[in-house]
Every structure is written in structure tokens, then in C-alpha cells.
């Protein structure tokens, strides 16, 4: 197993490292022009998306979060020096941005500790450029959080090839010793669990959120789950183009909190069933596909809402 910093990196970490020296930024922040009207009840929840290039699909996403029914919601954009023109759509947004940057960075782990480490929200959620939120989401959100004690939030999300639905995938974290069976796009975190157990780690290129989540359920925290579809995911990002890398890191991750040879044997299942549904989809039998979740798998998959 490959070495890892016995901690992770830290809030605090971020939020004294120095800028970088190319640096842009924009945002409501930058101008004092940001009125937080958070409440007891109504508490400031922080969003961050985080992008490359993401020209085609980011104002999809932005819209989405600042359409929300909810209203205290300060949105972070952290944007790793896109070219194809992904900087125009966010400076369209600038006077309705909380704040966004614009730098180098080394990683998605590291761009996504940025944008938490940005927050100032007691619940901070994630959506990436590729991903988009349901209109009540945020207030979903908010309402699990007011009714119980909870450190993380998660649902359902509703799965797209090209603007064809597809499929909803639900979720249940008390599977995640198997494989990520909780969908990233939908988590919600108390910014108090993220104090707790650190920020994703920069060593994980492709499973960072599994690996977060599994750390969290191994340090006790407290997830709750919401029978509502919360975000919309478009097929054939990271984890669908990396495959094996993946599932790789999965092993990686779950070889940190307890070490097992058969994590190996199951990385080869995995990377075999994988391959296997990728070439029935492929050739026209998404069926046989569909036949194995409904029937089979851990975690129910519907074919489409």
C-alpha cells in the first residue's frame, strides 16, 4: 500500500497558506457587498463548485445553485486557470458570486479544500461543474439539519447521457466498507465535521470523496439520508473514464482503516464487473445491465425518475 500523511490537511492549513501569486478573484466578497442573513434556524449554507474548463456545462451548474427556493446560500467558485473561456461565464455571475478565485492548483483534492476552507457556512455542500442541484435541494438540506442531529447529508442523484435520464442511483452509507455507495454529488457536511476529521487528502487523485467518507463513518460520525433525488450527475466524468484507478483508490482508502488482502481480491471483482457492464452497454444490452442492479446489487438503481 502506497504511504500516506497519517493527517490530513486542515481548514487551517489552507487558510494560512499564502495566495498564489496569479491569483484572480471576483465575488460580492471582494466589494464588502455580502449580507450573510444567517439565523438560528436559518443557518448560512456554503456551496463550492470546482472547475476546468468547464465552458459547456458550468452556467448550468451556477444556475442551479443560485436559483435554490432557500435564500442564505453563499456560492464559492474555485476555477484552476481555465482557457476555453469558463472565466467569462463566471464574471458574468460576479455581482451574485459570494466569491470565486482563479489559480493553479494541484489536484481536485486540493481545489475542493480550497473552496471549504473559503466557506464561512455552517453546512457546506459540493457541486461540481459537471453536476447540477433540484430546485429544493439546499432547503431539503436545511430542514434534515434543524430536525436532528446530523453531521452529514446525502440522496439521491439522477444520472444523464447527454440529455437523456438515465438512471437514479440511491444511496446507503452504511455500505461503504463495499465501495462509494453514497453519491458526492448530493453530501451536505457540517463545517464543525470537517474541523474534526480534516479535508480531503491530495494523495488520492480520483477517490478523495470515498476516501472522506470513509474516514468520516470510521471516526462516528452521524450521516443522514434523504429519500429525495438532490442532484443530477452527467455520465462519463472521472470516475467513469478512470475506472480502474478508481477502484484502485477505493482499495487504497479502505487499506487505511483496515487492512485486508481480500480489498485486493475485491478490487479485481470490481474491475472485472465494471469492464463487463461497459461492454454490455456498449453493444446494445443495457437490460442484462439493468437486470443485475434491480435484482443484485447493494444499492437500488431505478431506471429513471
Given at each position: 500500500?502506497k504511504?500516506?500523511?497519517?493527517?490530513p490537511?486542515?481548514?487551517?492549513?489552507?487558510?494560512?497558506?499564502?495566495?498564489h501569486?496569479?491569483?484572480?478573484?471576483?465575488?460580492?466578497r471582494i466589494?464588502?457587498?455580502?449580507?450573510?442573513?444567517?439565523k438560528p434556524?436559518?443557518?448560512m449554507?456554503?456551496?463550492v463548485?470546482?472547475?476546468?474548463?468547464?465552458?459547456?456545462?458550468?452556467?448550468?451548474?451556477?444556475?442551479?445553485v443560485?436559483?435554490?427556493?432557500?435564500?442564505?446560500?453563499?456560492?464559492?467558485?474555485?476555477?484552476?486557470?481555465?482557457t476555453?473561456?469558463?472565466?467569462?461565464?463566471?464574471?458574468?455571475?460576479?455581482?451574485?458570486l459570494?466569491?470565486w478565485?482563479?489559480?493553479?492548483?494541484?489536484?481536485?483534492?486540493?481545489?475542493?479544500?480550497?473552496g471549504?476552507?473559503?466557506?464561512t457556512g455552517?453546512?457546506?455542500?459540493?457541486?461540481?461543474?459537471?453536476?447540477?442541484?433540484?430546485?429544493d435541494t439546499v432547503?431539503?438540506?436545511v430542514?434534515?439539519?434543524?430536525?436532528?442531529?446530523?453531521?452529514i447529508i446525502?440522496?439521491?442523484?439522477?444520472?444523464?447521457?447527454?440529455n437523456?435520464?438515465?438512471?437514479?442511483?440511491?444511496?446507503n452509507d452504511a455500505?461503504?466498507?463495499?465501495?462509494?455507495?453514497?453519491?458526492?454529488a448530493?453530501?451536505?457536511v457540517?463545517r464543525?465535521?470537517?474541523e474534526m476529521i480534516?479535508?480531503?487528502?491530495?494523495?488520492?487523485?480520483?477517490?478523495?470523496d470515498?476516501?472522506?467518507l470513509l474516514r468520516?463513518?470510521?471516526r462516528?460520525?452521524?450521516?443522514s439520508y434523504?429519500?429525495q433525488?438532490?442532484a443530477?450527475?452527467?455520465?462519463?466524468?472521472?470516475?467513469d473514464?478512470y475506472?480502474?484507478q478508481?477502484?484502485?483508490?477505493?482499495?487504497?482508502?479502505?487499506?487505511i482503516?483496515?487492512?485486508?488482502?481480500?480489498?485486493?481480491?475485491?478490487?479485481?471483482?470490481?474491475?472485472?464487473?465494471?469492464?463487463?457492464?461497459?461492454?454490455?452497454?456498449?453493444?446494445?444490452?443495457?437490460?442484462v445491465v439493468?437486470?443485475?442492479?434491480?435484482c443484485f446489487?447493494k444499492?437500488?438503481i431505478?431506471?429513471?425518475s
Amino acid at each position: 500500500m502506497k504511504k500516506y500523511h497519517h493527517y490530513p490537511p486542515t481548514i487551517r492549513d489552507y487558510i494560512i497558506r499564502t495566495p498564489h501569486p496569479d491569483r484572480i478573484e471576483g465575488g460580492m466578497r471582494i466589494c464588502n457587498d455580502l449580507n450573510k442573513g444567517s439565523k438560528p434556524l436559518h443557518p448560512m449554507v456554503s456551496i463550492v463548485t470546482i472547475v476546468r474548463n468547464g465552458v459547456s456545462t458550468l452556467e448550468q451548474t451556477i444556475q442551479s445553485v443560485l436559483n435554490q427556493t432557500y435564500d442564505a446560500i453563499e456560492y464559492i467558485i474555485v476555477d484552476g486557470c481555465s482557457t476555453d473561456g469558463t472565466l467569462d461565464i463566471i464574471r458574468k455571475y460576479d455581482n451574485r458570486l459570494a466569491y470565486w478565485i482563479s489559480e493553479p492548483d494541484e489536484g481536485i483534492s486540493d481545489a475542493f479544500n480550497k473552496g471549504i476552507a473559503l466557506s464561512t457556512g455552517k453546512i457546506i455542500g459540493i457541486v461540481n461543474a459537471d453536476d447540477w442541484y433540484e430546485l429544493d435541494t439546499v432547503d431539503w438540506v436545511v430542514r434534515q439539519f434543524n430536525k436532528e442531529y446530523t453531521d452529514i447529508i446525502y440522496g439521491i442523484v439522477q444520472c444523464w447521457d447527454s440529455n437523456q435520464k438515465v438512471k437514479l442511483v440511491h444511496a446507503n452509507d452504511a455500505l461503504l466498507t463495499h465501495g462509494m455507495t453514497v453519491n458526492h454529488a448530493t453530501v451536505f457536511v457540517s463545517r464543525s465535521a470537517y474541523e474534526m476529521i480534516g479535508l480531503f487528502r491530495c494523495e488520492f487523485h480520483y477517490a478523495m470523496d470515498y476516501e472522506w467518507l470513509l474516514r468520516a463513518r470510521n471516526r462516528g460520525l452521524h450521516f443522514s439520508y434523504i429519500e429525495q433525488c438532490m442532484a443530477n450527475m452527467r455520465l462519463g466524468g472521472i470516475s467513469d473514464r478512470y475506472l480502474k484507478q478508481v477502484l484502485w483508490e477505493w482499495k487504497e482508502a479502505k487499506d487505511i482503516y483496515s487492512p485486508s488482502i481480500f480489498h485486493s481480491v475485491f478490487f479485481l471483482f470490481q474491475l472485472v464487473k465494471g469492464l463487463v457492464s461497459r461492454c454490455l452497454n456498449k453493444i446494445g444490452f443495457q437490460g442484462v445491465v439493468h437486470f443485475y442492479h434491480t435484482c443484485f446489487s447493494k444499492i437500488k438503481i431505478s431506471r429513471k425518475s
